[in-house]
């Protein structure tokens, strides 16, 4: 029985084990759902390392209040270290309603397997169990295995970095294999080379002491709500590219490309609606800051009253591409905020998350070994390179603390998986796919390093 069959005949369990890990509502945010169930979730990620005989299984407390699970598995004398990441905290299931199936309950459906996780990221780990597996059939595991599973990488508050930066050593390895990226489509190999970085800012705009009837003070009275739209309307110009005073917006994209009528469909953009921005697609989601009003805090159209309000609100995210500095444009953003408020509103902007851009060394033996285990799990498709709009904070910090270690990007987040979105799926030929190309993968890296000397 070879590698790949292996994997095949593991697929069943993987189902049945992200079916159990789907059910914990992780969402890190206990405004919204009891911490019990990102506790739960975290035991569960400990209990399958343990399973798999993992040493040295810790529950990590990190500063956020979160917690990250940690395991290592020993490899043969003289092998490199793989840290293999994912992270088992999610978004909020939105719109319920919009859901055809629970969104904590993993459903298949035409040939996908549907529930909130199941590509980002709880398939992560399961991605990487399913590989240490069917490895471990063929001959054992041939590398040193760190696997770090996050609490918060969701909610952007940066738990695991800073507890990284203070234990230096718990995450040190050759290579890191990031399981929270993706495909450019279902069936094209894809590493992930660049990350646009993100700020996000709470927005609180006040004009008067209280409401006030709209009949007898509309006209004179200031309207926060309608200042908070004059300022969320000067981040964007006429054709919605991002603009926002002092960041520069107008870099390029020079390699794979993402044509207008693909992301039409993967979007999937109203018919008759306009794309925004300027440039090429992948100017546009990779290689250029962009704006994103996440939501508003004012009375919704049900329990909306005749009256002019006296304070609106407002949470912003703006991502940056490799080559702006997250902070910097945390400073640029925040300014431009303040001077676009109309009629002296009073202003506050509260950062409540960053997390810096990322470029990876795809011209690194590590990437050489990806390409070679893309190609032979995909059946000779050769190995694309795309950026993602999205960001892994992580990265950036893993790659200040180990400068020498290479950082691959690779997952199930593929257009199709719908991740953030009510009907999160994961495709599980995908992720029979890209657990063998991870075994592979672990293999060759342990060959070449041997071939240059580690061992």
Not at 216 to 232: S, W
Not at 362 to 369: C, N, Q
Request: hydrophobic residues 40%; aromatic residues 6%; negative net charge.
């Amino acid at each position: 029985m070879d590698l790949a069959t292996s994997v095949a005949a593991l697929i069943p369990r993987a189902k049945s084990e992200l079916t159990e890990f789907v059910a914990f509502r992780s969402v890190a945010d206990p405004s919204r759902f009891p911490v019990s169930e990102c506790e739960g979730a975290a035991r569960w990620a400990a209990d399958a390392l343990r399973a798999e005989g993992f040493q040295d299984v810790e529950l990590l407390d990190t500063p956020d209040g979160t917690q990250s699970v940690y395991g290592f598995l020993p490899g043969p004398a003289g092998a490199p270290t793989v840290l293999l990441y994912a992270h088992y905290d999610v978004q909020p299931p939105l719109d319920e309603e919009a859901w055809l199936s629970p969104p904590f309950e993993l459903t298949e459906r035409d040939g996908r397997w549907y529930g909130r996780g199941t590509a980002d990221c709880k398939g992560g780990l399961i991605m990487h169990l399913t590989a240490l597996r069917a490895l471990k059939e063929h001959g054992g595991v041939p590398v040193a295995v760190k696997v770090i599973v996050e609490g918060s990488e969701e909610q952007g508050t940066g738990g695991l970095e800073r507890y990284a930066e203070a234990h230096p050593e718990l995450l040190a390895a050759d290579a890191i294999v990031i399981g929270d990226s993706g495909n450019f489509r279902v069936g094209l190999p894809t590493v992930t080379a660049t990350l646009r970085g993100m700020t996000m800012l709470r927005i609180q705009v006040d004009t008067l002491e209280g409401n006030l009837h709209s009949g007898q003070f509309g006209g004179a009275a200031p309207d926060a709500l309608a200042a908070l739209i004059r300022m969320l309307d000067s981040l964007r110009a006429e054709d919605g590219s991002t603009t926002v005073d002092g960041l520069t917006v107008d870099t390029s994209w020079d390699g794979l490309q993402y044509g207008e009528d693909d992301f039409r469909g993967d979007a999937k953009v109203l018919d008759g609606v306009e794309l925004i921005g300027s440039g090429t697609v992948a100017d546009r989601i990779w290689a250029r800051p962009a704006v994103t009003v996440i939501g508003i805090d004012c009375p919704t159209v049900a329990a909306a009253t005749p009256s002019v309000q006296a304070s609106a609100g407002a949470l912003v995210s703006l991502r940056v591409p490799p080559g702006t500095d997250a902070a910097e444009a945390t400073k640029l953003l925040t300014a431009h905020l303040h001077n676009a408020a109309p009629w002296g509103a009073r202003v506050a902007v509260e950062q409540v998350g960053q997390g810096q851009p990322f470029r990876a060394d795809t011209d690194s033996p590590a990437y050489a070994a990806m390409s070679e285990a893309m190609r032979e799990a995909y059946d000779g498709q050769e190995m694309a390179i795309a950026g993602q709009g999205g960001s892994i904070p992580l990265c950036n910090t893993l790659g200040a603390l180990y400068p020498e270690a290479e950082i691959l990007l690779i997952g199930l987040s593929e257009p199709e998986a719908q991740i953030h979105a009510p009907n999160e799926s994961v495709s599980p030929q995908e992720l029979e796919r890209l657990s063998l190309t991870e075994a592979l993968f672990l293999r060759k890296y342990a060959a070449a390093e041997a071939t240059r000397g580690r061992a």
